[in-house]
Each structure stands twice: as structure tokens, then as C-alpha cells.
């Protein structure tokens, strides 16, 4: 499965236990934001070693997605791939 997951967390510490553990599991990242592929079994033992890095006030936000797309980018940063371009006026 893929998953693009993005998190608010308050802590510093609990941040960057969780900026690690979504580094290792991602294909690709920016800032909060990462792109994840799991086997659906995987899902399981992932959250196990994740949910530590959450409190009640914290935020995570897991979308399921069909899989890798296009690439799509704002901005004036170099393009990772040869791709349209979004602008946004």
C-alpha cells in the first residue's frame, strides 16, 4: 500500500524520533510530509514503532494513495524528474 502521511507534533524530541522513523520507512520526503510504501502486513509493526512519538495534542494525517505518480512541484527548487509544472496564481 502507499501511503502519504504528514504530522504536526509539538515536542522537539518526539519530532525527531518521528522525522527518523518516517525517513527510514519513505521513498521520498519534504519537510513533514513522506511518502510511504507498506505491505499491507507491514502496517501493523510500522504504527507500533510510531505511535510512541505521539501525544493526544499532536496531529497525523495518513492518506492511502493508488501508488506512485507524477511529480508536481511549486516553487523556484530544482525538478527531481523532467515534469509539467503547477502554477498557482
Known sequence: MWLLMAYDIHDNRRRRQALRGLRRASDGYQDSLFEVALAD?????FWQTLRPCFSDDDRLLVYRADGPGP???LGHGATASPSPLLWVV
Open 41 to 45: 502486513s507491514d502496517w501493523s509493526v
Open 71 to 73: 511529480s508536481w512541484q
